[in-house]
């Protein structure tokens, strides 16, 4: 059964920095590319950050909104997507998901994490 | 990049047929057959229920069904159940190598 469990949101003041991460099971974790969406409260989706699979080059994709201040990597060995998130912002803050983008990111998520909370507040 | 067009909301009865559509540009919805649509209940992470514009993954029901036309894509749901109440999103994989949702649309079930 393939499972995706996310962890590390938090309360953080604006400027800081915190570090998400997605864990993965029942599935070869290194085929795939893995992406972060997130949710403002009461929003819709918004795309974050892809990372393509070392197969696809293992290369990445930012939002405009988070370019520079995100950075998303992984870890196939632990089989567990990261998300760096560093000068916070009080619109940063929304449930942060992650979610299996296939082999190639054209066909979307298939599998998503139940997410994690980020609060950015001073 | 900006958001796809999607109605704020729509309605129908137990049975009966809607359609969400999910509109963009020639850089994401029109550029590619790269069109997703998710399902979100209250509280709940989003579920895939179409992929790459009209393809269901395992186990979403047939009732489910998706298409395009241009800028255009659009999400049917026939034989309304109960459970369909939820908010939709659409999604494509744009010309700039990076994913973009809709706005969302909330379906009541009468």
């Known amino acids: 059964e393939v499972q995706l469990v996310e962890s590390g949101g938090g309360l953080v003041q604006p400027g800081r920095s915190l570090r998400l991460s997605c864990t993965a099971s029942?599935?070869?974790?290194?085929?795939?590319?893995m992406s972060w969406v997130r949710q403002a409260p009461g929003k819709g989706l918004e795309w974050v950050s892809f990372i393509r699979s070392k197969a696809y080059g293992g290369t990445t994709e930012y939002a405009a909104s988070v370019r520079g201040r995100f950075t998303i990597s992984r870890d196939d060995s632990k089989s567990i997507a990261y998300l760096q998130m560093n000068s916070l912002k009080t619109e940063d803050t929304a449930i942060y998901y992650c979610?299996?983008?296939?082999?190639?990111?054209?066909?979307?998520?298939?599998?998503w994490g139940q997410g994690t909370l980020v609060t950015v507040s001073s | 990049q900006s958001a796809l067009t999607q109605p704020a909301s729509v309605s129908g009865s137990p049975g009966q047929s809607i359609t969400i559509s999910c509109t963009g540009t020639s850089s994401d919805v029109g550029g590619y057959n790269y069109v997703s649509w998710y399902q979100q209940h209250p509280g709940k992470a989003p579920k895939l229920m179409i992929y790459?514009?009209?393809n269901r993954p395992s186990g979403v029901s047939n009732r489910f069904s998706g298409s395009k036309s241009g800028n255009t894509a659009s999400l049917t749901i026939s034989g309304l159940q109960a459970e369909d109440e939820a908010d939709y999103y659409c999604?494509?994989?744009?010309?700039?190598?990076?994913?973009?949702f809709g706005g969302g649309t909330k379906l009541t079930v009468l």
């Open positions: 790459e514009v009209s």
């Open positions: 029942g599935f070869t974790f290194g085929d795939f590319a």
């Open positions: 999604s494509s994989y744009t010309t700039s190598s990076t994913w973009v």
């Open positions: 979610a299996r983008a296939g082999t190639t990111v054209t066909r979307g998520g298939d599998y």
